[in-house]
Every structure is written in C-alpha cells, then in structure tokens.
T-cell receptor, first 114, second 114 residues
Framework: SQQGEEDPQALSIQEGENATMNCSYKTSINNLQWYRQNSGRGLVHLIL?????REKHSGRLRVTLDTSKKSSSLLITASRAADTASYFCATDAGYGGATNKLIFGTGTLLAVQP | ETGVTQTPRHLVMGMTNKKSLKCEQH?????MYWYKQSAKKPLELMFVYNFKEQTENNSVPSRFSPECPNSSHLFLHLHTLQPEDSALYLCASSSGGADTGELFFGEGSRLTVL
C-alpha cells in the first residue's frame, strides 16, 4: 500500500514552541504534499515538495523530503493556538509521471496550548 | 472559501433511501475526486475523474455511484447504504492533466445512515 503514516499520532505543545511531524511512505513518489484539517472541515493545502527537492519553506512551515528513506517532515515554528488541527501528508503514487491519485496518511493531531 | 462547494452539508438517510451528494468547483480545474473520511481512519480515495473520464475506482461498493457530467460538477449517488457508510464525504478538485498538484477541498458532506 502507498499509504503514508504520520508520527506522532498526537502532539501537544505550548504556544511559541516548534512542532515537528514526520511522514513515512512505501513506494516511489512524484511529489509529497502536506495538508491541514480543522475539526469537521475540509482539508487545506499547505505545501508541495517534488521528488527532486530536499527542502522547502513557506512562512512558518519547513518541509524536508528524504526519498532514500521514504520520509518527510513538517516543521511549524513559533506555533500559535490557531495552528491546532490535524495535519496529513499525501503522496502522489506516480512513478515519474502524475497519476492524479493522492493517497493520504493517517494524520497527526496537533494541539497548541495558549 | 476554497472554490469547491458541496451540498448538502449534512444528510441523514435510511438504508433504503436514494440520495445524492453534489460537488461544484469554480476553479477551472479538470480533475475531481471523492474521498471518504471515517472516524479514526485515514482518508480513503474513492473515485478520480480527469477530464470527465473516471481514472480511479478504488474498489468502491456499487451502492456508491459517481457521475461527472462536466469538469465542474461531480455527484455521488447513494443507494441502499449501510450504517458503516456513515462518514464525512469530501470532494476535491485539482488542475488535472499531467500534474498531480494541489487539491482544493470542499467542506464535506456529513452522512449519517440509520
């Protein structure tokens, strides 16, 4: 199965601290994406990193990708209470070409305490 | 507002009812998706349409019947559902074609089967 797995399943931190979430997957990918979901709502895209990229930044977000280890990490710096949400990684199951088929991981539930 | 609208937001139906979920995107995208999100389970990809053609059916039971009349609209027809089909059904769209890029999600339709 292509499905990714996030680690940890749940994370609780204080406002101002950094939060790191990891994602592992099983097969070759075209790209890896991170999404955020507030409770009971739709998912919102955060960042996309392609298989030939190793690191990407967007505001307070930093994503790394290690294709040799089939893993990625999402770092949120200087966290805020509003960052409380579930975070998912998703992989495109293409092998050098896109499939328009994103498979999502199990998610990390992040709680930021004010 | 993501540009993807799902209706209804909430639906309660009996096992013998027939109902439909509707999704409309105003983003000019060519790929549309149905995902199922059950409690304590990862998102499950159900169907993918790319340029109105179904490119993915992830072994979904026939009681779920998708319809994509054009690139802007996607339906999920429901018939003789089971209580275990109760879940949040998420529609998404993306640019489609040769790139599996960012997915834009609707807010979801919360389905309860009695």
């Amino acid at each position: 199965s292509q499905q990714g797995e996030e680690d940890p399943q749940a994370l609780s931190i204080q406002e101002g601290e950094n939060a790191t979430m990891n994602c592992s997957y099983k097969t070759s990918i075209n790209n890896l994406q991170w999404y955020r979901q507030n409770s009971g709502r739709g998912l919102v895209h955060l960042i996309l990193i392609r298989s030939n990229e190793r690191e990407k930044h967007s505001g307070r977000l930093r994503v790394t990708l290690d294709t040799s280890k089939k893993s990625s990490s999402l770092l949120i710096t200087a966290s805020r209470a509003a960052d409380t949400a579930s975070y998912f990684c998703a992989t495109d199951a293409g092998y050098g070409g896109a499939t328009n088929k994103l498979i999502f991981g199990t998610g990390t539930l992040l709680a930021v305490q004010p | 507002e993501t540009g993807v609208t799902q209706t209804p937001r909430h639906l309660v139906m009996g096992m013998t009812n027939k109902k439909s979920l509707k999704c409309e995107q105003h983003l000019g995208h060519n790929a549309m998706y149905w995902y199922k999100q059950s409690a304590k389970k990862p998102l499950e990809l159900m169907f993918v349409y790319n340029f109105k053609e179904q490119t993915e059916n992830n072994s979904v039971p026939s009681r779920f019947s998708p319809e994509c009349p054009n690139s802007s609209h996607l339906f999920l027809h429901l018939h003789t559902l089971q209580p275990e089909d109760s879940a949040l059904y998420l529609c998404a769209s993306s640019s489609g074609g040769a790139d599996t890029g960012e997915l834009f999600f609707g807010e979801g339709s919360r389905l309860t089967v009695l």
